[in-house]
């Protein structure tokens, strides 16, 4: 595994909801996480990324059966702590709560989502 002491990675995949567009969906997910961010103890949070599909390769990954990933984006987070236990400050804390309960009431954050911590497994 290639993933350095002190770092953990969080990904999260996540379907737009019906009520809004995919543009209008990413928009909302980035202030999500300039939310989090902003947060006094969100320093543990070293950068985020958000993933969003393009069609560059969908007809060649039709070809071969594999489906069209559809309005879905990819969220990583990276943190800075010893260990998961040393994210309780930021993940427990009430304000990075209140931060999620209005995404999950915005934009259904927890529907159809699956969220994970990951190691980066390296290949030349």
């Known amino acids: 595994m290639s993933t ?13 909801p019906p009520h809004l567009s995919m543009a209008e969906f990413v ?3 980035e202030g999500v996480m300039e939310a989090a961010v902003a ?12 993933l969003v599909p393009n069609q560059a390769l969908d007809e060649h990954l039709e070809r071969l059966g594999m489906p069209s990933p559809g309005d879905t984006i990819v969220i990583i987070a990276h ?3 010893r260990s998961v236990e040393g994210l309780d400050e930021l993940l427990l804390g009430e304000e990075f709560k ?4 209005r995404a999950k ?6 529907e159809a989502s699956i969220t994970f911590a990951f190691d980066v497994i390296t290949k030349v």
């Open 4 to 16: 350095p002491q002190g770092i953990v990675r969080a990904l999260g995949i996540y379907k737009c």
């Open 27 to 29: 928009k909302k997910c």
């Open 39 to 50: 947060l006094p103890q969100s320093s543990h949070i070293t950068k985020y990324e958000i």
């Open 79 to 81: 943190f800075q702590a």
């Open 98 to 101: 209140s931060v999620f309960a």
């Open 105 to 110: 009431a915005d934009v259904a954050l927890h």
